[in-house]
C-alpha cells in the first residue's frame, strides 16, 4: 500500500503558525490521530490522496487495548469530521472554518482505516514559513488530555520561537486568561479557580504531566486585575531528564544498531519503511538513487525513472555496504539514529 502511513514515536511534528494559533477542541484520541496524520503527509501528495493506517500501528504506539481502541476511534474520528477547526485570519479579525478530513472509512476486518484530509485544511498544514513548531511525537503519546496536549503545544512554541532567535533557556511569556479559554474552548462553566476550572483541570495537570512525560517544564504566576486573577505568567524550561538533545545524545553515543549487521538491518527495516534513507551518488555519470523498505521488508529502488526492487541476491551486500559507510561516519550514523525522512551518504557502491 503505498498511502500506508506507519507512525513512529520519533515522528517529527510540524505544525504551522496558523494551527497552533487556531481555535478548536478536541479529545485526546482525536488529537493524537490527527497529529500524528500531519507528522506523515508530505507536501508532493496529491490533494485527494487517500491514506492509511493500521490499527495495530495506532495501538502500540497509544498503548491501548486494540478492542477498546476500534470503539475510541470511532469517537475519535467521528469528532474529526464533526469539531471544526477555526483558523485565525487578518490578525484574529475574522475566522476560517475547516473540517479536519473530509472522510473516515473503517475496514475492520482487514485492520486499517482509510481517510482523506479536507482540501481545504492542506494549506495550513505545509505553510511552514519562519514561523512553525516542531516536536517529537513521543512528547504527547502519554498525555491523557486534549487540553494538556494544546497547552504544551502552545508553550513549545513559545519556547521555541524564544530559543531559535535568542538562545533563551528560559522563556516568560504573559497570557489573558481569557484568550487561554478561547484558543483551547474551555466552556464557561470552567470557572477559574474552582475545583473542575482552568487552574486545576488544565494548568495545573499540564504543570505535572509534561513534566513527568514530555521535554517541557513550567512553573507559572497569577496576575490579578483588582482582585480577580485576569493574566497567567509561564516560566517555561526544557526538561533536561526528558529532552531530544539527551536522548539523542544516549542514543549517539552508543550506536546500538551498528553492534551486529543482523540489528543493523532489523533497525533500518523497522523504521525506514516510506522513507528514503540513502541516497546513493555515483560520480560517473552522476546521479541519485533513492531507496526504501516496502511494506514486504524488501529494500526498493526509485532511481527517477521507476520504482522497482532492489534483487534478492544484492540486498545482503547492499546492507553490508549500508552499514560500512555508517560505521566509517559518525555523521551518517548520528542521522540514521535520528529516522528521520532523508539521511546521506555519498559514493557507497
Known amino acids: 500500500m503505498n498511502n500506508l502511513i506507519v507512525p513512529d514515536k520519533n515522528d517529527i511534528v510540524r505544525k504551522s503558525d496558523f494551527l497552533v494559533k487556531a481555535r478548536y477542541k478536541l479529545n485526546p484520541l482525536a488529537l493524537k490521530f490527527i497529529t500524528m496524520v500531519i507528522a506523515n503527509v508530505k507536501k508532493s501528495d496529491e490533494p485527494d490522496k487517500e491514506y492509511i493506517f493500521r490499527v495495530k500501528d495506532f495501538m502500540e504506539l497509544s498503548g491501548m487495548d486494540y478492542k477498546q481502541l476500534y470503539t475510541y476511534l470511532d469517537e475519535a474520528t467521528d469528532e474529526l469530521l464533526k469539531s471544526p477547526i477555526k483558523i485565525p485570519k487578518d490578525n484574529g479579525r475574522s475566522f476560517l472554518k475547516l473540517n479536519w478530513v473530509s472522510s473516515v472509512e473503517y475496514h475492520e476486518g482487514e485492520g486499517y482505516i482509510s481517510f482523506k484530509i479536507d482540501t481545504k485544511l492542506r494549506p495550513y498544514i505545509f505553510d511552514l514559513q519562519e514561523r512553525f513548531l516542531k516536536y517529537r511525537i513521543e512528547n504527547i503519546l502519554r498525555l491523557k488530555s486534549g487540553y494538556v496536549i494544546r497547552l504544551y503545544e502552545i508553550l513549545k512554541d513559545w519556547f521555541n520561537q524564544m530559543n531559535r532567535y535568542h538562545n533563551s533557556k528560559k522563556v516568560e511569556k504573559i497570557v489573558e486568561i481569557k484568550w487561554l479559554r478561547e484558543i483551547l474552548e474551555v466552556p464557561s462553566s470552567y470557572q477559574y479557580s474552582n475545583s473542575s476550572g482552568i487552574k486545576y483541570r488544565i494548568i495545573e ?123 566509517s561516519s559518525q555523521q551518517y550514523a548520528t542521522d540514521l539514529s535520528k529516522k528521520e525522512e532523508i539521511a546521506f551518504a555519498q559514493n557507497i557502491t
Open 205 to 327: 495537570k499540564a504543570q505535572k504531566d509534561l513534566k513527568q512525560y514530555t521535554d517541557l517544564q513550567f512553573s507559572y504566576e497569577e496576575i490579578k486585575t483588582g482582585r480577580k486573577v485576569t493574566h497567567i505568567k509561564f516560566i517555561i524550561e526544557p526538561n533536561l531528564k526528558n529532552s531530544e538533545q539527551n536522548r539523542d545524545n544516549e542514543q549517539n553515543r552508543d550506536f546500538y544498531f551498528l553492534k551486529s549487521k543482523l540489528r543493523f538491518i532489523a533497525y533500518i527495516r523497522k523504521n525506514y519503511k516510506h522513507k528514503t534513507f540513502y541516497i546513493l551518488k555515483f560520480n560517473e555519470p552522476e546521479e541519485e538513487v533513492k531507496y526504501f523498505i516496502g511494506d514486504d521488508s524488501l529494500v526498493w529502488i526509485n532511481d527517477g525513472y521507476e520504482i522497482k526492487k532492489l534483487p534478492a541476491t544484492e540486498i545482503d551486500t547492499f546492507f553490508g555496504n549500508v552499514l560500512q559507510a555508517a560505521k
